[in-house]
Nanobody, 124 residues
Framework: QVQLVESGGGLVQSGGSLRLSCTAS????????VAWFRQAPGKDREFLAT????????YYADSVKGRFTISRDNIKKTVNLQMNSLKLEDTAVYYC?????????????????WGQGTQVTVSA
């Protein structure tokens, strides 16, 4: 089992930055990939970025490439998502997910474990 807890969400102005964290517990952290997704009201859950257990292999959605950066600390068992140049359309609930059946896992069904989500609201 893997337990995931997101933190760092909040209200930010357009153009601003926010750093989300996902803290894991349970199974050996360094052996599985972790991803970030988001879901806006009325929309499907959208893949953002994923990072392999080794911390070196990364994969980003085109929509966030260059603005968002994913990283992990296998000692602290955290995966972070640094979000810069935030736009109104980045408003959503952000989720971290773990234990993908493939690489890169870009679909929600690829992942076995999910956090409860953290709200990010970007204002004008």
């Amino acid at each position: 089992q893997v337990q995931l807890v997101e933190s760092g969400g909040g209200l930010v102005q357009s153009g601003g930055s926010l750093r989300l964290s996902c803290t894991a517990s349970g199974r050996t952290f360094r052996i599985y990939a972790v991803a970030w997704f988001r879901q806006a009201p009325g929309k499907d859950r959208e893949f953002l970025a994923t990072i392999a257990g080794n911390g070196r292999d990364l994969y980003y959605a085109d929509s966030v490439k260059g603005r968002f950066t994913i990283s992990r600390d296998n000692i602290k068992k955290t995966v972070n998502l640094q979000m810069n140049s935030l736009k109104l359309e980045d408003t959503a609930v952000y989720y971290c997910a773990a234990w993908s059946s493939r690489w890169p896992g870009t679909r929600p069904n690829d992942y076995d474990y999910w956090g409860q989500g953290t709200q990010v609201t970007v204002s004008a």
